[in-house]
């Protein structure tokens, strides 16, 4: 099992990113996934997740109303748009998915956003 995130990048202050992450090796329809964040000197920590069982979705409630996570089952691949980014959104970010006991993540993808 793979899981391939990509899409980061720098941007200012009020931009938008969309990250993606490519899964391989297991139907993503099954599972529930999720993007965690991890800023310098911090632990890692939830954003969102959505669920696989009745598609429910959580937030962090710092990123409320500016993040949207999705997948597509067609392609395995789940997103996370971002959008007005601010300065406290810099970490590096990690898709993830949980199954009946096993869980998957994906390398992380470095965000940062300049003042």
């Known amino acids: 099992v793979q899981l391939q995130a990509c899409g980061g990048g720098l941007v200012q202050s009020g931009g938008s990113l969309r990250l993606s992450c490519k899964v391989s090796?297991?139907?993503?329809?099954?599972?529930?996934i999720a993007w965690f964040r991890q800023a310098p000197g911090k632990e890692r920590e939830g954003v969102s997740c959505?669920?696989?069982?009745?598609?429910?979705?959580h937030y962090l409630e710092d990123v409320k109303g500016r993040f949207t996570i999705s997948r597509d089952d067609n392609t395995n691949t789940l997103y996370l748009q971002m959008n007005n980014l601010k300065p406290e959104d810099t970490a590096v970010y990690y898709c993830?998915?949980?199954?009946?006991?096993?869980?998957?993540w994906g390398q992380g993808t470095l965000v940062t956003v300049s003042s």
């Open positions: 993830n998915a949980q199954g009946d006991s096993v869980e998957y």
């Open positions: 090796g297991l139907k993503l329809d099954n599972y529930a």
């Open positions: 959505l669920s696989g069982s009745d598609d429910s979705t």
